[in-house]
């Protein structure tokens, strides 16, 4: 085989199900690659003076290549699993989050590997070790977050539950929190305008949250957790075989803290929380095999929270006008079921069909907020590949959300407005084509999507969107984007912090969708040497909004004013990052996001508030060649933020314009004993918090009081410790 050629392809188990993070190099060297999230890999034939490859997988047999006799530049590899890990020759360790090279779209795999640097107690408590999501708080009283990419509400990124859109309307708000961290395998980050195939209402990005896989995963994992504020979380996960499925059934439970008031406002730092999720996944054959595949995933959740002043009682001041309290009631169930076949390797059709009901009785402060929403989401989608790789994806879709909201007041002391019955009942049927073409000896690859939809309300839209990717060579990868998309708007329940406030809301417009443009261009460099090799990355991305629903905090601050938008709001984000790591032991990454997201109003450039302009990550993780523990930290900076304009209240009720810089530093430290791990680890390590972070907290009950100028931490240090137990089958 000459220099110079590429050779590239995919390694399978021999379930036929592909291998993420499988390493290949050149025999008695420190030069190769990894396989990406679908198993693909590609690799440089640069002046190489061996020609075997080496392919090796945790639990599997290594595979070596003799690629003198085998010429083909295209491989399809298999390994087999071993029965005892001594057996197994492993290159090196899967990365915390590995940038796949080989696709269109620019994707981040948060990989198990970094899951574990961390408690990770639930999905939003997953993304400290990267830069491109933020978790943010939308309500500080109940601790509701949501996920922001490009500095945008999390409302404009799709999140996915296996594919799936379930994390929408009513359950957008507690939705992200309600996923354990031990049900997580992977997570798929893309910013952006990207793929057509699951909707229309990606604008800013897309998180994919990939469920543990009951083929591949423990038998039996156990998770305990309890922190300093003595919240205590548990959760198991059993897998299981019956006749040709594999079946995970899982269970988990968090348990309420104790009552903490670290900087004395009367209000509670964190809410008692009380949560079930009870939860059964099937998958029975393999999507990349000839004949039928199925993924079957039920779900059901119960939580319950209470906040507000700590000498409140649910039982006697509910409503009460003395006492400031909040409560969240509510229980899901859900389901998802994937069903596909495939004729052969040019032929495959697939079947989503996902649905989930939630109710939520709830009270925060005076305001009354109970709510009921049924969701159905369907779509059939067609695979063709011809010429050997190049893909058509093509099929219909159809959305159904049917949201009631009863909103009142059990004292009108503000004579706010907005009490009433609310109802948002839509239907959306689709279409969609997406072409994927490989050029130039897959040099380019050029993703090209359709998509138009025909809401019941504000009728059809078409949603177009393209990317390319140009490889100057595997290790080099430069990519861009660009696509429209839109959304409808579920004012209250995706903004959850207009209730808890003393505001009014004033609706002064007919709301239409919001819609925007998102353009793109990242770049992405890997290299390799013989201790050590890393990977850099450096994107842009910007965002024009056509329209835009984003309450207006500043006009007055007794009242938040909801209304179109359509004069210039633009997202500007650019990112970038190093990450190295160092004879397979140390790994080092630090990055820099600016973010410069602002409106123009009357001429003026006005930043929105709660974004920092700055910040910057730094990770650090060290595991010695044992193995035996490891030792993770990681360390944000944020800069400062522009807050709500309060200045025409008294003086006593006014905050700064801008928020101060601050840093926060979490460390771990994890100790295995073979199927027992022990962790523990201290988040915020010096204990910086935003003081009496409530406005008004002496007088929740005062038109002054306001929740929405929470900018950074407001429970200071939090010491944590874990076990997890496994048993490999």
Known sequence: MGHGQTITGMVLNTDREPLIGANLYWSGTNIGTVTDTDGYFELSINNQTTNLLVISYVGHETDTIDLTINQSTKLSITLKATNTLSQVTVSGQQDAVIISNIKAIKSEQITQTSLRQAACCDLAGCFGGQSTVTPQTTNVVTNAKELRILGLSGVYNQVLIDGFPLIKGLAYTYGISSIPGTLVDNIFIAKGANSVLQGYESISGQINVQTVNPRTTDKLLVNGYVNSFMEKHFNVNYAFKKGEWHSLATFGTVQPAKKVDGDADNFLDLPLLTRYTFGNKWVYGNPSEWGWNSQVNLRYINEERVGGQSHFNPATDLGSSTVYGQTVQLNQPEASIKTGFRWDDIHNLTAFVSAFQQSQNSYFGLTKYDAEQVYFYGNLQYEYTYKEKHTLKTGFSYRYSNLEEDLAFSDDILTRTYAGNY????????????????????????????????????????????????????????????????????????????????????????????????????????????????????????????????????????????????????????????????????????????????????????????????????????????????????????GQQRLPNTQQNPVEFQRPDFSKPYTVVNAQFTYNLKRFEIYTGVENIFNFRQNRAILSWENPFSPYFDTSSVWGPTRGREVYLGFRFRIVE
């Open 423 to 638: 109802q948002l009942k839509e239907k959306t049927p689709g279409f969609f084509a997406e072409n994927t073409l490989y050029l130039f000896d897959d040099k380019l690859t050029w993703m090209v999507g359709v998509r138009g939809d025909d809401h019941n309300q504000f009728g059809f839209e078409l949603t177009p969107r393209t990317l390319l990717k140009y490889s100057f060579s595997p290790e080099t990868v430069v990519r861009a984007n660009v696509g429209t998309g839109w959304r409808t708007v579920n004012l209250f329940s995706e903004n959850i912090g207009l209730l808890v406030s003393s505001r009014d809301i004033l609706i002064a417009d007919d709301l239409a969708p919001e819609k925007a443009t998102n353009y793109g261009i990242n770049f992405t460099h890997k290299f390799e040497g013989l201790t050590a090799g890393g990977v850099l990355s450096v994107d842009y991305y910007r965002t024009d909004f056509q329209n835009q629903i984003f309450p207006d905090y500043d006009t007055d601050p007794q009242k938040a004013i909801i209304q179109n938008f359509r004069d210039k709001s633009v997202s500007n984000g650019f990112q970038a990052e190093v990450a190295l790591h160092f004879n397979e032991q140390f790994n080092w990454k630090i990055g820099y996001t600016h973010l410069d997201v602002y409106r123009v109003i009357d001429e003026q450039k006005q930043q929105l508030p709660f974004n920092a302009k700055h910040k910057i990550l730094s990770t650090f993780s060290y595991q010695p060649v044992s193995k035996k523990y490891h030792f993770d930290a990681n360390f944000h900076w944020y």
